[in-house]
């Protein structure tokens, strides 16, 4: 099979294929001539409504889940299944129909028996009879339709996309291309003395999804001098979930002093005195990667026994949203993350594409390549989703198909913007 990322508008198009076919006099008149009850052909239909209905959320939920992407593979090989069987059955029922009118002969009673004959002439060249395939070929879509509520698919355009994954702390530098600069930049302010009239600082990183925020923010965190600087250090994802309890939980088990009964407590008053004792004049570096707008209206808050920390301690918030930084009262200029450079994009496709990131060994695939990754448009996260895709893969028909493929048409993209 060449490639294993599957378009669902491709997929939705043979479903209508199928459909159109379904519903075709010759089809209709030749499956009933051999006996078929009506209700099995809308078994048939109906399976198939239920596979199309949820192949655009399935299309993009492929990208972060490998069982889905299993499915649509599943799917498109039952299609194509489908499809055969149902041109074997309406070229059978058009030669059934030539052989009639052949032997056509003058009067009603006469046409009508020459109807009948082809409609009911047997599949004697098939292994098995018309109706066993037709049950055989619902089966498999019945199973198909049975793993829909276990991968989480839903109807709908796509449009509810799956949840990312909480982001930790740890990263893998070797895939990181073309921030090193930006990176200078915030150790220089996470190094230096608060200037911010808060008791301490809130630097922000702030970018498209996709972009590298939690990237940088990684960098950040694990850079030896800043791990110097401070006494502790906690990293929290808040994403869109933010409830204030959970948020200050994640900061004391974060720096270490989270105890078994503080984890189990919905008390905030005491979380946030254990949490204040905790930082106790430290210096103390907090991350708060993948803020929302809605996310951020606790920050008055959160922030009251972050002010014990000791002087020079900083909070690093990442967000999409400007309105973000500027309501945590971010220090400026806030810390806007670009677009990479299509060199960058190229070095960092080739590293995760290529074995040992060494693309001279396959020149004819390095031009393919250079074309998908200028198509992510400088987003490090799609660079990375079809980089990985590829790695090791050296037939040129499967990069071509990820270069040609219909799902570009804004939905890569939309995905990675989330």
């Given amino acids: 099979m060449a490639l294993e990322l599957v ?26 001539g051999q006996k ?18 949820v192949l655009n959320h399935a299309e993009m939920k492929q990208f972060t889940d490998p069982a889905v992407k299993e499915w649509l593979l599943h799917v498109k090989g039952t299609l194509y299944d489908a499809e055969d069987l149902l041109d074997e059955i309406a070229t059978e029922a058009l030669r059934c129909k030539m052989e009639a009118d052949d032997h056509s002969q003058t009067g009603s009673a006469q046409v009508w028996n020459s109807i009948s004959t082809w ?9 098995s009879s018309i109706e066993s395939r037709v049950k055989e070929m619902i089966g498999k879509l019945e199973d198909l339709a049975q793993a829909i509520d276990k991968l989480g698919l839903k109807p709908g355009d796509g449009e509810k996309l799956p949840p990312r994954s909480p982001s930790t702390s740890l990263v893998d530098e070797s895939c990181v291309f073309g921030r090193n600069e930006i990176k200078e930049e915030m150790i220089k302010r996470l190094l230096s003395d608060n200037v911010s009239t808060n008791k301490i600082d809130v630097i922000s990183i702030v970018g498209m999804g996709g972009a590298g925020k939690t990237t940088l923010a990684q960098l950040l965190y694990n850079d030896v001098r800043v791990k110097e600087r401070f006494d502790l250090k906690a990293w929290v994802c808040v994403s869109e979930e933010s409830l204030l309890v959970r948020l200050t939980k994640l900061i004391l088990e974060g720096i270490g002093c989270a105890t078994p009964f503080d984890m189990q407590s919905d008390n905030l008053d005491l979380l946030q005195l254990k949490l204040k004792g905790s930082l106790g004049d430290k210096k103390f570096l907090l991350v708060l990667d993948d803020v929302w707008e809605k996310g951020c209206s606790e920050w008055d808050r959160l922030r009251i026994p972050l002010l014990d920390a000791g002087k ?25 993350l670009g677009e990479l450079s299509a060199e960058d994009c190229w070095s960092l496709f080739k590293n995760l594409a290529f074995e040992n990131g060494d693309s001279t060994t396959f020149p004819q695939l390095e031009s393919i390549g250079r074309k998908i990754a200028a198509k992510c448009q400088g987003l490090p996260l799609a660079v990375k989703a079809l980089g990985s895709l590829l790695h090791s893969k050296v037939d040129k028909r499967e990069w071509e198909e990820i270069l040609e493929s219909e799902i570009w048409a804004g939905k890569i993209l939309k995905f990675f913007h989330r």
Wanted: aromatic share 6%; hydrophobic share 45%.
């Fill in 312 to 336: 020079g301690s900083k909070v690093v918030v990442t967000t999409r949203n400007t309105k973000v930084a500027e309501v945590m009262q971010a220090v400026h200029p806030h810390h806007l």
């Fill in 7 to 32: 378009g669902g508008a491709f997929l939705s198009a043979s479903l209508q294929v199928l459909f159109d076919r379904l519903a075709s006099s010759e089809v209709l008149n030749f499956i009933r």
């Fill in 119 to 127: 409609v009911k002439t047997p599949f004697v060249n098939y292994p």
């Fill in 36 to 53: 078929l009850s009506d209700s099995l052909l809308s078994k048939l239909k109906i399976k198939l409504l239920t596979v199309d209905a």
